[in-house]
């Protein structure tokens, strides 16, 4: 059909550039596929530096499983020798900095580190004067560490003890190379007076996966009620008229151990709650005498410490 419109010669010179603009097309799409996304990738910024796992401490991950810790009594301090920066102090804290601080921080400070992109606002950049919602001086920064920021995922650290948060506030002035200044007469006058305040008691310190151990153990579901159909006793049968539920009845009484202390405290314990704890309405019809049988009886059954 095209014939009727151009000769061979057209013809060919036609199907020469029907090559040459598909063969063009074909290297576009290469230099797409390939290229572009190489140029693309060049300019986005560096991928953070991996943080570093402090040497010697198990559970640099997750600091909530270290290693179980003594609690210790630390006298009291004399703060002329924590408001300069000795290297003892910084030395601490630059360890204290690696083990709590780097992931939102970064190593060097400056907000961007591994955790950063998922916080909001951003953690502070201690390299600028900019944004400091407390300051910059050490008494500001002693007060940030042992209060937190409300509205931020900066926590208080008020589990460290002064000195270590001393210590901290330290190494963190030095990751700014301006003059951080001491702070007002009042402020210095204040973080002197907590510094030299009586001494600390630390507490025991337990990892989170051995404390939830022991929370299962103490808290698990006590066993029902055994109530004895064939028990002639006048506790047994009171029990058998007011407990619906001997499982329910059960977690009331391990709930408290105030009951224990006399038929009245069982009242109180059981009567607010009925019949959705495990225990009938009709103990609200209860006789003194019939309360007194069931208060012996629950004692035998639910056996503890008494209150009294």
Same mark, same amino acid.
């Given at each position: 059909? @095209?014939?009727?419109y ?5 013809l ?6 029907? +090559?040459?603009? @598909? ?11 390939i290229l +572009?996304?190489g ?8 991928? =953070?530096?991996? +943080?570093n ?10 600091i909530?499983e270290?290693?179980?810790?003594r $609690?210790? +009594? @630390? =006298?009291?301090?004399d703060?002329?020798?924590?408001? *300069?920066?000795t ?5 601490k804290g630059?360890?204290?900095f690696?083990?709590n601080?780097? /992931?939102?921080?970064g190593?060097?400070?400056?907000? #961007? ?5 998922? &916080? ?11 944004s !400091?919602?407390?300051?910059? #001086?050490?008494p ?8 937190? @920021?409300? $509205? /931020?995922?900066?926590?208080?650290? #008020? ?9 901290l ?7 700014? *190379?301006?003059?951080?200044? =001491?702070? /007002? ?15 600390? &008691?630390?507490p ?11 929370l ?6 006590p ?10 006793s ?10 619906s539920?001997?499982? $329910? ?10 009951w224990?202390?006399? %038929?009245?405290e069982?009242?109180? /314990?059981?009567?607010?709650?009925? %019949? ?8 609200a *019809?209860?006789?003194a005498?019939? !309360? ?11 056996? $503890?410490?008494?209150t009294?």
């Amino acid at each position: 059909m @095209i014939e009727k419109y151009v000769n061979a010669e057209e013809l060919k010179r036609l199907l020469s550039t029907l +090559v040459v603009v @598909i063969g063009a097309l074909m290297v576009a799409a290469l230099f797409a596929s390939i290229l +572009v996304p190489g140029l693309r990738n060049a300019n986005q910024p560096p991928a =953070p530096m991996p +943080v570093n796992p402090v040497v010697g401490e198990p559970g640099w991950l997750d600091i909530t499983e270290f290693p179980p810790e003594r $609690g210790k +009594v @630390i =006298p009291p301090l004399d703060p002329k020798t924590l408001l *300069a920066a000795t290297a003892e102090l910084m030395a601490k804290g630059k360890e204290l900095f690696a083990q709590n601080c780097v /992931s939102c921080h970064g190593e060097q400070g400056r907000g #961007d580190g591994p955790a950063a992109a998922g &916080t909001s606002p951003r953690p502070r950049n201690f390299t600028v004067t900019t944004s !400091w919602v407390n300051g910059y #001086d050490l008494p500001s920064l002693y007060k940030t560490l042992s209060e937190g @920021i409300r $509205g /931020s995922s900066m926590a208080s650290f #008020d589990y460290l003890s002064k000195q270590d948060r001393m210590a901290l506030a330290h190494y963190v002035q030095s990751m700014g *190379a301006f003059p951080h200044g =001491p702070g /007002s007469e009042q402020a210095q006058a204040e973080l002197s007076s907590r510094l030299a305040a009586a001494g600390e &008691t630390t507490p025991n310190k337990i990892p989170v996966s051995q404390a939830m151990a022991r929370l299962r153990q103490e808290y698990s579901a006590p066993a029902p009620l055994v109530i004895n159909p064939e028990d002639p006793s006048p506790g047994a049968d009171v029990l058998r008229r007011v407990v619906s539920d001997p499982a $329910g009845a059960a977690r009331t009484l391990a709930g408290t151990a105030y009951w224990r202390s006399g %038929p009245k405290e069982l009242a109180e /314990s059981i009567l607010p709650g009925a %019949p959705a704890n495990g225990f009938s309405l009709q103990a609200a *019809a209860l006789s003194a005498a019939e !309360w007194q049988a069931l208060h012996a009886e629950l004692k035998k059954l639910a056996p $503890g410490k008494d209150t009294k």
